[in-house]
């Protein structure tokens, strides 16, 4: 199922998110190592910061991160590496124009990093872990966000400019870091290829990844994985936002009801009673991207999103037990269903809706 939406505008109500610890800015180091989102005082004013361990989307939860800061009513930033090289028994991956896109249409502002220092893994020969960011360059350019008076999306596409040079820095680092602990590395001539091509510009940066977004898209359409307990068939959707940026993701599943589709996000859990916080979070970043398309279509024809968050477990679990043993999370859960018009379902069970999606048309004209 191919489907194809715009995005105008976002507006989303979260109650899921953790509180946050404060922090100075001399504790950046500290704060960072010992937390995935937090604020950050500097000089009298406050931001709420979150960072990515890699590039890649998929790994240590990052959306969950972004999500724990969206009720933050200032400046919300993410610092995400420009790479990741684990070593040469690890992965590497690279940060994509899609990802910051992404933020910018969340409003969160991108500081491109990258790691300098590292330690050796232990359990393999040519791995690293303990990966650790320039704190310098990344508090300065903190400071510099500081003053910065336009929006997120403009403030990413100045970041963009940067990411040739900061791949540069972070290749070298590389180099140190594989000198220092005697591990070796990914390629360094792919990975120069892949920051040549970076290098050439912020429209070549962003064709690339969109492109390699794209198969990245393709193939999960036809993947179904472990996590995933799933009915309905997957969907491609487009997104395009008022600039005539493309966003390219996966649906978990798709299912036509009438002129309803119901565009379903699937978090499923084997051992434990009940997906974890971290996963559902995650669902519910797509879920605020899902809650604000218009003029979703397949193949020309217009149908009426329907956001669902679908929480699955391998054991059987009853409803009301659950509720009773986590109460403030599934009522919390529905608060956000309601206030944000999308579905919860647990095993197929609707646990709860937000408003009549009838009437989500005079929502969206409401912003």
């Not at 300098?116 to 359990?123: D, P, Q, S, V």
């Not at 956000?336 to 018009?341: L, P």
Request: proline share 2%; hydrophobic share 35%; charged share 30%.
């Amino acid at each position: 199922m191919l489907i194809s939406a715009r995005i105008t505008g976002v507006k989303y109500t979260p109650f899921l998110c953790k509180a946050l610890k404060n922090f100075k800015i001399k504790e950046l180091s500290k704060a960072i190592e010992n937390n995935a989102s937090f604020i950050l005082n500097i000089d009298g004013k406050q931001i709420a910061l979150s960072w990515w361990v890699s590039a890649k989307r998929t790994r240590s939860y990052p959306f969950a991160r972004v999500y724990d800061t969206l009720s933050f009513q200032g400046k919300r930033v993410t610092i995400i590496p420009v790479m990741k090289d684990e070593g040469k028994d690890g992965d590497r991956d690279f940060l994509q124009w899609d990802t910051i896109s992404l933020m910018s249409l969340l409003g969160v502002y991108v500081i491109v990093g990258y790691y300098r220092a590292a330690t050796k893994n232990t359990g393999y020969k040519n791995k690293i872990t303990n990966q650790r960011f320039d704190y310098d360059y990344i508090k300065q350019e903190i400071k510099k966000l500081l003053s910065y008076q336009s929006d997120a999306l403009h403030w990413n596409l100045s970041q963009t400019d940067q990411v040739g040079n900061i791949s540069k820095r972070a290749l070298s680092a590389y180099k140190r870091i594989s000198k220092k602990v005697g591990v070796k590395m990914h390629s360094e001539n792919s990975a120069k290829t892949r920051i040549g091509q970076l290098l050439k510009g912020k429209k070549q940066f962003m064709n690339l990844s969109r492109s390699l977004a794209k198969k990245a898209q393709k193939r999960e359409s036809v993947t179904i994985q472990p996590k995933e307990r799933l009915n309905g068939i997957k969907a491609m959707i487009t997104i395009k936002n008022y600039l005539g940026g493309h966003y390219y993701f996966t649906c978990d599943e798709a299912e036509l009801h009438n002129k309803e589709l119901h565009l379903i996000e699937g978090k499923h859990t084997k051992m434990a009673e009940f997906p974890s916080l971290e996963d559902i979070k995650d669902g519910l970043l797509k879920m605020v991207l899902y809650t604000n398309l218009e003029d979703v279509k397949i193949e020309g024809q217009t149908f009426n999103p329907v956001p669902t968050l679908k929480l699955t477990t391998q054991k059987k679990v009853n409803i009301k037990s659950l509720e009773k043993a986590k109460p403030e999370l599934i009522r919390l859960l529905k608060e956000e269903a309601r206030k944000n018009n999308f579905e919860v379902t647990i095993n197929d069970t609707v646990v709860d809706k937000g408003i009549c999606f009838g009437l989500k048309k005079n929502l969206k004209t409401d912003r």
